[in-house]
Structure formats: structure tokens, C-alpha cells
């Protein structure tokens, strides 16, 4: 029995030997050195051997506590797990520089660290037609970053990225109200082409817009609503690809008006026809 342990333990010992990552750390318990030292050693690392960084950093939080190093150590910690860049890591992250932020709220890198929590957010931003959760928490993070420190060069930063995700989401949200389109379900695809015309009246491809959302409305029979998405396109839009398209679809409108009237006309006169004979039969 024993002797078939001792074997068990050498296969395992073998294992966990072979399987060592070549990545290995090898710090010292304690790094030789001033706080500043340690700290630009360990800035070294960052994007390299992040497992070291952090390590380095963490040495410089707990023997230099109230050093400046110390505070830039645990920013450098944060950006150790962004250069990392998986999912998991940039989550990490987000929640080191939210946590530099609760503690130091008036230090200069504090803005730094806001707009890198949006950051770890935009990293994650996925294509229209998938899901957009990531891109909504960019957006969020970035506007925090607006509000507590309006006028800084990050601030400046966060508001292009808005516009980008902006755009994003705008386009998220036509495609499905196309799809919605494709397969004739008018009331969700209407209520889609709405969002975006209210929520975000800059999108690019308001053209487009306009188009799929009178042909929804014509869809739908709602002629004159139909007729001012086309005009629209019409006014505003003259160089776009629908332009000659709307200027088609208002003709094909105000034909089915008039044949629409002209059965109403028929109709009547018959009516009328029908009635006149019940009053006057024929002798």
C-alpha cells in the first residue's frame, strides 16, 4: 500500500513539474529598494509579465503605505490587468479603478483612472446585431467621467467615444427593426425606426431611416405618414440613393389615393344606380 503511494505522489510531483508555465515568477519576498525604485521596476513589467507587476506594485502599497508611490502603484496594478485585455482581466480592472476612485476622488490620476473604467468597457463594445450590455456600460462609465470631471482632456475623449457607441447602438437597433421589416411584422419594426429617430437623431444613415420606415407606415396603410418619411428624404437628402426611390413611392401613394377613390366614386354610383330602380321598376 505504501509503496503504491509513493508512486501516486512522484506521477503527481512529475506532473506539476512538467506542466510549470513558463511564465514563472521568481520575485523575492522582498524587493531590495526605495519605493520609487520598485515602483519604476515594476512599471517595467506592465504589458510583459503582469503576474510580476502586480506583485511589485502590492510590495510598494504595503511597505510604503503612504508614499505617492503607493497610490500610483495600486493605478499600476488596475493597468497590469487591463494590458491583459481578456474579458475576465478587464473586469478586474474596472473594479481597481473604481476603487482608486472611491479612495482618492481629488487626485489628479483619479480622472485618468474614470476614463480607463470606461475603457475596460469599451474593449468589450461587440458588433450591431449582437449584444449591446458592454456598450451601454461604456457609454454610462464615460458620462460619469463627463459630469465629475467636465472640463479635462478625458472628458473630451469620453464624449467621442459616446458619439462612436452612439452610432453603434443606433445601428443595433435599425437592423432589427429591418429584420422586423423583411419578416412583415410593421408594428415592431416601426417601434424600432422610433427609438432611433427619437433617441438618436444623428445617426448616419438617416436616409435609410426614413425609407424603411415610410415603407413600413405604407405597409401598415397609413398613406400620409408614409408620404412625410419620403418627403423627408426628398428634402433633406437629395444626393441619397432614396432620393429617386421616395419620389417613386409618393407617385405609387397618391395612385392607390385616387384608385381609392375612384372604387369609392363607383361604388357609390352604383348605389345610387340600385336605387333609383327600386323606385322606379321598369314597367
Known amino acids: ?6 508512486i501516486i505522489l512522484t506521477l503527481v510531483l512529475l506532473i506539476f ?15 531590495k529598494g526605495s519605493d520609487k525604485e520598485i515602483y519604476e521596476k515594476a512599471k517595467k513589467y506592465v504589458g510583459k509579465n503582469s503576474d510580476k507587476a502586480r506583485l511589485l506594485f502590492k510590495q510598494v502599497v504595503q511597505m510604503f503605505s503612504e508614499s505617492i508611490y503607493a497610490k500610483k502603484s495600486k493605478i499600476g496594478i ?15 480592472a474596472a473594479a481597481e479603478y473604481q476603487e482608486y476612485v472611491n479612495l482618492y476622488p481629488n487626485s489628479p490620476d483619479a480622472i485618468y483612472a ?15 446585431g449582437r449584444d449591446q450590455a458592454n456598450t451601454l456600460e461604456a457609454i454610462r462609465a464615460f458620462e460619469g467621467l463627463i459630469k465629475q470631471y467636465p472640463d ?22 435599425f437592423r432589427i427593426g429591418y429584420y422586423n421589416y423583411k419578416f ?5 419594426a416601426i417601434a424600432r425606426f422610433k427609438q432611433i429617430i427619437d433617441e438618436y437623431p444623428d445617426f448616419k444613415h438617416n436616409d435609410k431611416l426614413f425609407f424603411f420606415a415610410g415603407k413600413g407606415y405604407l405597409a401598415m396603410r397609413k398613406f400620409d405618414t ?6 423627408k428624404i426628398i428634402n433633406s437628402f437629395p444626393k441619397s440613393k432614396y432620393f429617386k426611390k421616395s419620389h417613386k413611392m409618393i407617385k405609387k401613394i397618391n395612385k392607390i389615393d385616387r384608385d381609392a377613390l375612384e372604387r369609392k366614386r363607383l361604388k357609390n354610383i352604383e348605389k345610387q344606380k340600385r336605387r333609383f330602380e327600386k323606385r322606379h321598376p321598369k314597367k
Open 17 to 31: 513539474s512538467g506542466c510549470k508555465s513558463k511564465k514563472e515568477v521568481n520575485v523575492l519576498p522582498v524587493e
Open 78 to 92: 488596475a493597468d497590469s490587468y487591463f494590458k491583459q485585455k481578456d474579458s475576465a482581466s478587464l473586469m478586474i
Open 152 to 173: 479635462t482632456n478625458e472628458a473630451g475623449e469620453a464624449k467621442k467615444k459616446i458619439k462612436e457607441m452612439r452610432e453603434n447602438l443606433a445601428t443595433h437597433y
Open 1 to 6: 500500500m505504501k509503496r503504491k503511494f509513493f
Open 184 to 188: 412583415k411584422a410593421y408594428k415592431g
Open 114 to 128: 474614470k476614463y480607463q473604467i470606461g475603457m475596460c468597457y469599451f474593449k468589450q463594445v461587440r458588433k450591431p
Open 226 to 231: 408614409a408620404i412625410s418619411f419620403f418627403q
